[in-house]
Antibody, heavy 115, light 109 residues
Framework: QVQLQESGPGLVKPSETLSLTCTVS????????WSWIRQAAGKGLEWMGR???????NYNPSLKSRVTMSVDTSKNQFSLKMNSVTAADTAVYYC?????????WGQGTLVTVSS | QTVVTQEPSFSVSPGGTVTLTCGLS?????????PSWYQQTPGQAPRTLIH???TRSSGVPDRFSGSILGNKAALTITGAQADDESDYYC?????????FGGGTKLTVL
């Protein structure tokens, strides 16, 4: 069974860069699409973007200028970086697998942007 | 910018049937958008119910079904149970991006 686990700092200062990693277990990262999704408290889900195992990316146009995704197939991990964060970026961040849908999900990690 | 629309809220009686829909602010939803559906309860990660319009994810009971109804994607819950009370989100695949609907809060009472 494929499992995904998000990790990274739970607190980021305003204007700094948020960095998260998703570790995949129970299966290979190769040959699949991997997404990041976030959810602010009391709000809906927002797809942030995805990366294929080859490294090709697609981003949500509303976040494209601030987001970078990367993949490390040797570690079975993929990562998210988002720069110039503000309090509005405080959310639970999820990683997920799937090409046309999110089929497997991580449990999510809360990132708070605060000084 | 295309917006994916869902009913903000819906209620169903226990044992009843409810159909939630997923539309587009402009245009019709077709199978080519690979509509998918997710269930989320407070504090939990989303659970994938349906993908590719009508394919149930592993372990999802067959009282959840997906379809295209008119110009929208639809999620039908037959024989609603108390623990179906959740938020439900749809996603449409638009080529290189995925777009979530705003979600429907389903109450079972």
């Amino acid at each position: 069974q494929v499992q995904l686990q998000e990790s990274g700092p739970g607190l980021v200062k305003p204007s700094e860069t948020l960095s998260l990693t998703c570790t995949v277990s129970g299966g290979s990262i190769s040959g699949y699409y991997w997404s990041w999704i976030r959810q602010a408290a009391g709000k809906g889900l927002e797809w942030m973007g995805r990366i294929y195992s080859s490294g090709s990316t697609n981003y949500n146009p509303s976040l494209k200028s601030r987001v970078t995704m990367s993949v490390d197939t040797s570690k079975n991990q993929f990562s998210l970086k988002m720069n110039s964060v503000t309090a509005a970026d405080t959310a639970v961040y999820y990683c997920a697998r799937g090409q046309t849908a999110m089929v497997y999900w991580g449990q999510g990690t809360l990132v708070t942007v605060s000084s | 910018q295309t917006v994916v629309t869902q009913e903000p809220s819906f209620s169903v009686s226990p044992g009843g049937t409810v159909t939630l829909t997923c539309g587009l602010s402009s245009g019709s939803v077709s199978t080519g958008y690979y509509p998918s559906w997710y269930q989320q309860t407070p504090g939990q990660a989303p659970r994938t119910l349906i993908h590719s319009t009508n394919t149930r994810s592993s372990g999802v009971p067959d009282r959840f079904s997906g379809s295209i109804l008119g110009n929208k994607a639809a999620l039908t819950i037959t024989g609603a149970q108390a623990d179906d009370e959740s938020d439900y989100y749809c996603v449409l695949y638009m080529g290189s991006v995925m777009v979530f609907g705003g979600g429907t809060k389903l109450t079972v009472l």
